[in-house]
């Protein structure tokens, strides 16, 4: 009986080591922080439709600071260590001077015109879950140096706080800024890797959180009270939401005969077949049942991640 008992923990918790090895973890990018990039002059200006908006210059930043590149190469080696999938801000860089075809505006066929911010499409280039930002200070008191620092987990769809952690290391002679870092961050690590998983297991379970904005060109013949086989447009579509949602999870926060804001919208992690899914792939799905069941066109456009706009009436 004994031996029995002993074989059957045995697999029970072999079965367990498996599963948490198997464990999907988020896909996370280093950038430096906001603090960090306008502290040391690192920030652009952005047109964004007639507004001035000052943003990171990330790029400047990866070619000008031989520190930025020491500390987001400890960081990397650090998270690596503990199995976090990393995504390389330089190279999404590159990538991103390389891909002609992302700008940093559309339009629609009959010209108007959607704003996309350099940061938003860097996202899209990147596609990682989360964002971590990082900012430091190196204290001088005499021969000896010591760091602060503050790193903040960022969901890269809904820019929300999801995990954080500061602190400030112990006091050493002769340091260099790797050694530093290490030893102000590394007892803080594993805690604030610990609530990047939980986040991710959440989403995992209970979908990733996305917003959802519906509204119609001018050219279109009708509105979103224009009825369709019985029922209002408007209808059709919070009906197609409610049925691809995670549980029917969302918010309607606004509704009218031109636009309709969907928010706190769940949408699934993974498809049937394991495939990440993310906000554009999703919203395709409401644009072909549009087209296909009730013949109205529409056009996706994508703030950032998770911020998606369906305009009805063209593409």
Known sequence: MMKRLTILLAICISCSLTAFSQAKKPTIMVVPSDLWCNTNGYMMQFDNQGTTVKLPDYKRAVQSSSELMVVVSKINELMTDRGFPLKNLESSLKTLEMDAAETAMSSSKSGSEVSESPIDMLKNIARADIWMQISWTVNNVGPRKSITFVLQGLDAYTDKQIAGASGTGNQLIGAELPVM???????????????????????????????????????????????????????????????????????????????????????????????????????????????????????????????????????
């Open 181 to 315: 870092l290490e030893a102000a961050v590394l007892s803080h690590l594993d805690n604030f890797n610990s609530q990047l998983q939980g986040h991710f297991d959440d989403l995992f379970t209970n979908g990733r959180e996305i917003s959802l904005r519906i509204r119609k060109w001018d050219s279109f013949d009708g509105d979103l009270e224009t009825e369709y086989e019985g029922d209002e447009l408007g209808y059709h579509i919070e009906n197609w939401v409610s049925d691809n949602t995670v549980e029917g999870r969302f918010n309607t926060s606004d509704a009218s005969e031109n636009r309709m804001i969907f928010e706190q919208v769940r949408i699934p992690l993974y498809d049937q077949n394991n495939r990440a899914v993310d906000a554009r792939g999703w919203v395709r799905g409401l644009q072909k049942y549009l087209r296909e069941r009730f013949g109205v066109e529409s056009k996706i456009s994508m703030r950032g991640l998770g911020q998606a706009t369906l305009t009805i009436g063209e593409k």
